[in-house]
């Protein structure tokens, strides 16, 4: 039986992170660790027992790790894990960069007006990595991502966006492949910087830095081409 991180206590952190989004958490770090394997069935009534809740947050994070194809619903046998891969990396981060380069391009007035969302996240990811933490990084380095979009102040782009999973697929980049993000530490700050000084060519910056973590988990994975 592997070994499921217990829920935090403090209420606070609690309401900062609902249900589930924490079961959502686990059931990928289960996926990652190899807990359930590619066919297997995830069992909701099991999963619900063992995280001491009801089956609807259970429920509702299966329903979201199956948005992002990690999972599949087979009829009358519920939950199965898919044979997920680089593969799905390199088809989904292509719109990733798609969309963010559009919303670099409609942020851009509004983050060179105040880049202070962003500057803020650069220095969170800056601390998390001088700490070592890795989940604080994927955390600051899917949110500078957000702030971006969020200042493009275009609802149907913001919830595509959303619909992608950015931090899960994060996470699958960082734990699984073992891609590094004090690099992307560093392209955040460049790209900061571009928006501070309303450089016209700040989407296409935004593009090539997120296109680059699908090519490098390529790499990692030896399916470069």
């Known amino acids: 039986m592997v070994d499921l991180p217990q829920w935090p206590e403090d209420p606070a952190r609690l309401a900062r992170n ?19 394997q590619p066919g297997e069935r995830i069992v909701e009534r099991r999963v619900a027992s ?28 519920g939950a199965r894990v898919r044979d997920f891969g680089v593969a799905d990396m390199a088809e989904i981060y292509p719109v990733r960069a798609g969309l963010e380069l559009v919303a670099a391009e409609l942020a851009a007035p509004r983050l060179s ?26 955390k600051h380095s899917v949110e500078f991502h957000r702030e971006i979009v969020r200042a493009a102040d275009n609802s149907v782009l913001s919830h595509t966006w959303e619909s992608l999973g950015v931090e899960v697929w994060t996470r699958l980049s960082v734990r699984w492949l073992s891609m590094e993000l004090h ?20 989407g ?22």
């Not at 992307?184 to 000084?197: E, G, L, S």
């Open 183 to 202: 690099a992307k530490a560093v392209d955040h700050a460049q790209i900061t910087d571009a928006f501070r000084r309303g450089d016209p060519d700040v």
């Open 18 to 36: 609902p249900l589930r989004e924490q079961i959502r958490r686990m059931l990928v770090d289960g996926l990652l660790s190899g807990r359930w």
């Open 50 to 77: 063992e995280f001491n809740v009801s089956q609807a947050p259970v429920r509702e994070a299966l329903r979201e790790l199956e948005n992002l194809r990690l999972i599949e619903s087979v009829p009358n046998k």
């Open 113 to 138: 007006a105040d880049p202070r969302p962003l500057e803020r996240e650069v220095e969170s990811l800056r601390r998390a990595t001088a700490d070592g933490d890795v989940e604080e990084q994927i």
């Open 204 to 225: 296409r910056m935004v593009r090539e830095h997120v296109l680059n973590y699908v090519e490098a988990a390529l790499k990692t994975s030896g399916h470069a081409q």
